[in-house]
């Protein structure tokens, strides 16, 4: 479990990809503290397994499902990629429940400055949309973000400056795909609402005791 908050970002130092997966080679400090083999580390929103430590450097295993479903099928070395390690039972939840199982790919269509935040415009398939709340949490590239408001075809989320200084959301452009994981809470609603046609509100949260 995550919370969106990211604590580093590391760079692809190695990729190698097989018939059936990849194995990845990740350069990081802060992320590596305290971190030992079998640990979780979410690389973009994606929840990974440690299954190396190095001096700076840590390995994990991808799998073809992954690969397909998330923007790490793209990654090259060199790349820099948002990190966070699980959060851990004792700590302060500041973002939101991330759980690093990534819902889909969105794509990004418009960026603009709005005074000192800057707002980013994603389109994302019809089904994860409804998972989307105006308002609501959101995980882009793993990074925890309200929605500022919803589109016919999107969602837009307003950043502010320190996470653009310290995530690798700046080095996004128009057209770039970005990993997308809802918001867990409207998951659990529409699926305890049993109709996924009413899509979630906060109304229908608040019906299902949100």
Same mark, same amino acid.
């Given at each position: 479990?995550? *919370? ?5 970002? #590391?760079?692809?130092? !190695? ?10 080679? @990740?350069?990081?400090? *802060? /992320? ?7 640990? $979780?580390?979410?690389? &973009?929103?994606? !929840? ?13 295993? @991808?799998?073809?499902? *992954? ?12 790349? !820099? =990629? ?19 199982? /990534? ?5 990004? /269509? ?5 005074? @000192? ?9 019809? &089904? ?8 609501? $949490? ?5 990074? $925890? ?5 919803? *589109? ?18 700046? $080095? ?6 970005? &990993?997308?994981?809802?918001? @867990? ?14 899509? /979630?509100? =906060?109304?229908?949260?608040?019906? !299902? #005791?949100?």
């Amino acid at each position: 479990m995550f *919370t969106g908050i990211i604590e580093e970002i #590391g760079v692809v130092e !190695c990729i190698v990809r097989k018939t059936d997966g990849a194995n990845i080679v @990740i350069r990081a400090k *802060t /992320v590596l503290g305290g971190t030992k083999t079998g640990d $979780s580390i979410s690389v &973009n929103g994606v !929840c990974l397994t440690v299954t190396e430590i190095g001096k700076e450097l840590f390995t994990a295993d @991808i799998m073809g499902e *992954t690969l397909r479903r998330s923007t790490l099928g793209k990654l090259s070395v060199n790349v !820099c =990629v948002d990190l966070e390690r699980a959060v851990r039972a004792d700590g302060r939840l500041g973002g939101h429940i991330v759980t690093g199982h /990534v819902d889909g790919m969105g794509r990004i /269509v418009g960026i603009r400055r709005d005074g @000192i935040a800057v707002l980013y415009e994603i389109t994302a398939d019809r &089904n994860l949309l409804r998972g989307v709340v105006e308002k609501g $949490s959101v995980a882009v590239d793993g990074i $925890s973000l309200t929605v500022a408001k919803k *589109t016919p075809r999107g969602f837009v989320v307003s950043t502010i400056p320190h996470t653009l200084e310290n995530t690798v959301l700046p $080095s996004r452009r128009v057209g770039d795909e970005v &990993n997308l994981e809802t918001d @867990i809470i409207g998951k659990y609603a529409v699926a305890q609402n049993g109709s996924e046609r009413r899509g /979630v509100s =906060v109304e229908l949260l608040a019906e !299902c #005791g949100f």
